[in-house]
């Protein structure tokens, strides 16, 4: 069946440090990645997409490449910001056309501090 | 336009007793899907709803279930509550068929607490 891995948390930064959240997924066939984010309190928003190999999503300074050869879709960012503290859940989609039956993976929390 | 809006957000009850969450999804939405969120097993997938049929169901007991209104509008039931059905409880909606990309629009949830 389908799954998706993600990094334990909490990853904890400072302002402006580099950020990596690591995902690989397990699915048959050629699935759409994505990567949500859920604020304190609130529920979770799409933040990127992938829809295909070699695709690169982007969104607020965010950015995942979907790779094959490695089902990975890790989560980047340049300088990350205390805004940005949150949960980050990475989800698969079978193919377009389905039921909208997403698999998430675990989420990791992102603790941002000045 | 307007967002995804669950009601009631904070709710208390006691073991035995049930429960019903309501979603009102984003207005052209047609399908509704229910997630269970918690601190132990994550996000986890409850139901999905699509022209008032149950299109998808997860691994919930029965006590778990839900309906769909002909206005999209949908519900969810927990029945005889156990302590473990404390829980951020998610609904989310979308396009449905040949347009679904996946692309879920959450509501803010409504948090239970069984005591």
């Known amino acids: 069946g389908n799954s998706v891995t993600q990094m334990e948390g909490p990853v904890t930064l400072s302002e402006e440090a580099f950020l990596t959240i690591n995902c690989t997924y397990t699915a048959t066939g050629y699935p759409s990645l994505f990567w949500y984010v859920q604020y304190p309190g609130e529920g979770l928003q799409l933040l990127l997409k992938?829809?295909?190999?070699?695709d690169k999503g982007s969104n607020k300074g965010f950015e995942a490449t979907y790779r094959k050869e490695t089902t990975s879709f890790h989560l980047e960012k340049g300088s990350v910001q205390v805004s940005d503290s949150a949960v980050y859940f990475c989800a698969l989609f079978p193919y377009t056309g389905t039921a909208s039956k997403l698999t998430f993976g675990t989420g990791t929390r992102l603790q941002v501090t000045l | 336009k307007a967002g995804v809006t669950q009601t009631p957000r904070y709710l208390i009850k006691t073991r035995g007793q049930q429960v019903t969450l309501s979603c009102s999804p984003i207005s052209g939405h047609r399908s509704v899907s229910w997630y269970q969120q918690t601190p132990g097993q994550g996000l986890q997938f409850l139901f999905e709803?699509?022209?008032?049929?149950?299109?998808n169901k997860g691994n919930f007991p029965g006590r778990f279930s839900g309906r769909q209104f002909s206005n999209s509008r949908s519900e969810m039931n927990v029945s005889t509550l156990e302590l473990g059905d404390s829980a951020l409880y998610l609904c989310a909606s979308s396009l449905p068929g040949y347009a679904n990309t996946g692309e879920l629009f959450f509501g803010e949830g409504s948090r239970l607490t069984v005591l």
């Open positions: 992938a829809t295909k190999a070699d």
């Open positions: 709803y699509f022209s008032e049929t149950q299109r």
